[in-house]
């Protein structure tokens, strides 16, 4: 079965710090990859996602993944994160020709201004 | 814009008890999902409907939980009888079609206390 970790369950980070939270997915097929973010008071939302090609995918509001196979990780990144970004944030995979997203802990993400 | 939409948004009921929850997806949308998450978890698929029929209930504990989309459209999730470790927020969600290709959207969720 399918599984995905989450590194850190709880990040605090300044404003215009660098952030980056860790993605690690169990499957031995191809995937697709997905990151979710849920705002405070707000319903969970797509945030990026990566099917095939380029393994560097740029999502909304600044935010990047990089796809690495031979780690199975999928790991999100942003350079510089504002108050705004205070969420969390869900990663998901699922076999390329599957339909069931499988979703790891979570991780919260605390921007202090 | 549209959205998913669920009711009640938050439901408190003790032990034993029936609940349901409803939730309509986004017009045109076929496939629908009922997912569970507990506090500190992520979301878990309980059901999956194409239209009117389950295509995936295996994480459904169905000695007390049911599912139903009778006219493809919006749908019920029910819990008889509610235990303790029922408590969480269920979530719905849709999509045009069937496969991970096609966006989920999700709504607010309910979120279920049980006593």
């Known amino acids: 079965a399918q599984s995905v970790s989450q590194h850190n369950h709880h990040v605090i980070l300044s404003e215009a710090a660098s952030l980056e939270l860790g993605c690690n997915y169990s499957y031995g097929g191809t995937v697709n990859l997905f990151w979710y973010v849920q705002y405070p008071g707000q319903h969970l939302q797509l945030l990026l996602k990566?099917?095939?090609?380029?393994?560097l995918v740029k999502g909304i509001k600044g935010f990047e993944a990089e796809f690495i196979k031979s780690k199975f990780s999928f790991n999100l990144r942003k350079p510089s994160v504002q108050w705004s970004d205070t969420a969390e944030y869900f990663c998901?995979?699922?076999?390329?020709?599957?339909?069931?997203?499988?979703f790891g802990a979570g991780t919260i993400l605390r921007v202090k201004s | 814009e549209a959205e998913v939409a669920q009711s009640p948004r938050y439901k408190i009921t003790e032990k034993s008890q029936a609940v349901a929850f409803w939730c309509d997806p986004i017009s045109g949308h076929a496939t629908l999902y009922w997912y569970r998450q507990i506090l500190g978890q992520g979301p878990e698929l309980l059901v999956q409907f194409q239209d009117e029929s389950v295509v995936d209930d295996s994480q459904l504990p169905k000695d007390r939980f049911s599912a139903e989309r009778l006219k493809g459209v919006d749908s019920t999730l029910k819990i008889q009888p509610a235990e303790l470790g029922d408590s969480a927020m269920y979530l719905c969600a849709s999509s045009l079609a069937e496969g991970s290709y096609n966006e989920q959207f999700f709504g607010p969720g309910t979120r279920l206390t049980v006593l």
């Open positions: 998901a995979v699922t076999p390329s020709y599957g339909n069931k997203l499988v």
């Open positions: 990566y099917f095939s090609g380029d393994p």
